[in-house]
């Protein structure tokens, strides 16, 4: 019997078997979910691991054991705050690749290797984290930033030495002990210096320890250099090619050379800045300290990569295609923009791409008109930024959002996005935001008439020229397809861009407006001006309530919020926290029933192992309101949510558009008080429809929550 060939066959069906469950990024992209059951760390009760942690303290040897019992408390609530955030990913195809990566360099220390749980976090900074129970945390812009396999897994034997070298709890009872010498006379100053110093040396340590873990696999040793320069330059795309013009053109628009920068700034090199104030040395500390290891070793034969380039390039891929929606979700439109564009060189075909890219565009587009807004609280609090602030061909973009006026911007925007919905006519997505682009271009009040070419000079003969002003539609368009043989050489850029839709396609006719302008503008577009901004009409009654609150019979709630803030002392009120939030859910629920109120609970305290679609679900939802939330609350429109398309499938499946979150909190101090919160957002409108905040005087008891749950659930439902 041939066994070769029997292998090789079964070596072929499992590698075909893996290319079949990969996405086709050469069409489309789904975002990454979790799949499979759930790890212990999603179900278990987390005061019982605190405890049992606590017994097994009291049972060695250790020194500190008080610092360490509050740290142990501290950080299991971390931990499970991170993975119950709904950032987390589990058994994706991201997960399952950093897994192999752990069975590459720990392949001689299954004892080890079985210790160690290994997660993705959705998020796009450049990081990876460990704790010292045993879990790491690879951001997926981690993964996107990467050049090679090889400097994953050197970055992964760096967090597995700070996991063996007990760094985060030692850095902990370091600086617990730093901070008590204040009293001694030591200035604050001074006391951040010796906590940075010592974090310092544990991350040089994690570095060397790293090197030799990394040292026992065949992985080339000059990409554990390298892995550096990718953390030096984490601030920059993942990518960097320029960012063209002729991106945004079309045979009939193309834009002016004025808003491109003739030359764009150059990289900052940030490598041997001053880290005496960093809990990291600069990198060209950590470069050379490795590098002076590399030349003590050979390295022939010692490869990038292991599991595979191919299959580490796809992983990549994925992870800067994840980006793309996690840009959106923070509302950081420039990113995601140029992140797509560079995607977009390798999947032209896209259809995710193509709707990033509308979606920044209609998103810019509000932005400059003022419709779209960022509060104090938002993750770009001071709005885009100007050009200046930006290094190398990402400077074009943030040029070009700054030079050009609102409403070219906005002919530009239609001008893609009608195309791409052209292009991909079942996609209702790019239908929904060439039709609102419509709908901004109506709100200049600049229609057909103004896109109609006139002074024309003659290329040939001129024909006789119908002297009656065209006022209909159709007429304008006609009167259009009369002058495709004449030359414009005085018309705004912007006034040829529709003309071969204009000319060729009906609904775009149809669609687009009609109406002229009613006052004429010597500066094309600049002169227009958005709409102003009021209070909402949705005042509200005393005690917060909106008047034109609908009657709702069934919400989605999420988990509960029960925060305790002691204001006299800096101890950890987590415990107590956690055991009235359990309460709180208990009240919620009897609450609700009483007024035979439908609750859809998404809590992942709640979540059993196999509830892993209902974690997606959470992680959707969690996601909206985050994007949600970083809006400035009082614009006039709805507020666009561009990060989770999943969001209508959402409402289908539960059958509500709303969502209910609420919560108490506690200041404890000389003075104690409650905060009572409950808000109702519509998840089909973006807009919040209730909302309810009150303050009382004392701690939070029994009988003033239930008044209060029960007072919302009955204002819901009636009304």
């Not at 192999?100 to 720990?106: A, E």
């Not at 960097?240 to 079309?250: A, G, M, Q, R, Y």
Request: net charge positive; charged share 30%.
């Amino acid at each position: 019997m041939n066994y070769s060939r029997i292998f090789a066959a079964l070596v072929f069906c499992f590698i075909v078997g893996d290319v079949l469950s990969q996405q086709n990024l050469k069409e489309n992209f789904t975002p990454l979910k979790s799949e499979g059951v759930l790890p212990e760390i999603f179900t278990q009760n987390i005061r019982n691991v605190i405890k049992a942690d606590i017994t097994d303290l009291n049972k060695s040897k250790e020194k500190d054991k008080m610092i360490k019992t509050v740290y142990l408390t501290e950080a299991n609530y971390e931990i499970e705050k991170i993975v119950k955030s709904g950032n987390t990913l589990i058994n994706d195809e991201i997960t399952k690749y950093l897994n192999k990566l752990k069975d590459i360099v720990l392949s001689n220390n299954a004892e080890l290797k079985a210790k160690l749980n290994i997660f993705t976090l959705k998020s796009t900074v450049v990081n990876a984290y460990s704790y010292d129970k045993g879990y790491i945390f690879f951001d997926v812009g981690l993964i996107a930033q990467a050049e090679s396999e090889a400097q994953l897994a050197y970055i992964l034997c760096h967090e597995i030495s700070h996991y063996t070298k007990r760094h985060n709890i030692q850095g902990y009872v370091k600086n617990r002990q730093l901070e008590k010498e204040v009293y001694e006379g030591k200035s604050t100053d001074d006391i951040i210096i010796e906590k940075c110093q010592y974090s310092k040396e544990n991350e040089s340590e994690a570095d060397m320890e790293g090197f030799k873990l990394f040292e026992g696999t065949n992985y080339n040793f000059i990409q554990a250099q390298k892995a550096f320069d990718v953390l030096q330059y984490a601030h920059l795309p993942f990518e960097l090619i320029e960012f063209k013009k002729s991106f945004l053109e079309t045979e009939n628009l193309k834009l002016p050379a004025g808003y491109f920068l003739k030359e764009v700034s150059s990289i900052r090199n940030n490598g041997s800045d001053d880290d005496t104030k960093s809990t990291h040395p600069n990198t060209v500390k950590r470069k050379a300290a490795i590098e002076d290891l590399i030349k003590a070793r050979a390295n022939e034969g010692r490869v990038n990569n292991i599991a595979g380039e191919e299959l580490f390039k796809y992983i990549r891929d994925l992870a800067r295609f994840e980006c793309c929606r996690l840009y959106l979700k923070n509302r950081d439109y420039p990113n995601a923009l140029y992140a797509a564009y560079i995607l977009r060189e390798k999947y032209p075909d896209n259809k995710y791409l193509t709707q990033v890219i509308s979606k920044c565009l209609y998103a810019i587009t509000l932005y400059k008109k003022g419709d779209l807004r960022y509060g104090s609280d938002s993750y770009l609090e001071n709005g885009i930024s100007s050009y200046d602030k930006v290094e190398s061909f990402p400077q074009q973009i943030y040029h070009l959002i700054e030079k050009m006026p609102e409403n070219e911007w906005t002919i530009v925007s239609l001008n893609y996005t009608y195309r791409a919905h052209k292009k991909f006519e079942s996609d209702s997505l790019l239908s929904r935001l060439s039709d609102s682009l419509f709908g901004l271009i109506g709100r200049t009040n600049w229609g057909i008439v103004d896109f109609v070419r006139t002074n024309r000079k003659e290329v040939k003969t001129e024909p006789v020229k119908d002297t009656t002003s065209p006022k209909s539609k159709t007429e304008l368009i006609a009167n259009l397809q009369k002058e495709n043989n004449f030359k414009n050489y005085d018309t705004a850029y912007y006034k040829d861009a529709f003309v071969d839709l204009f000319m060729t396609d009906k609904e775009f006719a149809r669609k687009f407006p009609t109406s002229g302008p009613t006052v004429s503008s010597s500066s094309g577009f600049s002169d227009y001006k958005p709409r102003s901004y009021s209070t909402s009409k949705k005042a509200m009654k005393k005690g917060n309530r909106y008047k034109e609150m609908e009657k709702v019979s069934k919400v989605i709630t999420l988990e509960p919020f029960y925060v305790i803030i002691n204001t006299n002392e800096k101890i950890s009120e987590s415990v107590e926290a956690d055991e009235k939030q359990e309460i709180l859910i208990n009240t919620i629920n009897t609450c609700a029933g009483k007024q035979n109120f439908e609750l859809v609970t998404l809590d992942p305290g709640l979540i059993t192992a196999t509830d892993v679609s209902k974690m997606n679900d959470y992680s959707v939802i969690n996601d909206w309101i985050y994007e949600r939330f970083d809006a400035y609350e009082n614009s006039k429109s709805s507020v666009p949510i561009l990060g989770t398309d999943e969001i209508r499938d959402i409402t289908k499946k539960y059958g509500t558009t709303h969502i209910l979150k609420t919560g108490i909190g506690y200041v404890k101090g000389k003075k104690k008080y409650t905060v009572f919160y409950a808000a109702i957002y519509d998840m089909r409108t973006n807009k919040m429809v209730y909302l309810k905040q009150e303050v009382f005087k004392g701690k939070p008891n029994k009988d003033l929550i239930n008044a209060k749950m029960y007072q919302l659930f009955y204002e819901l439902k009636n009304g």
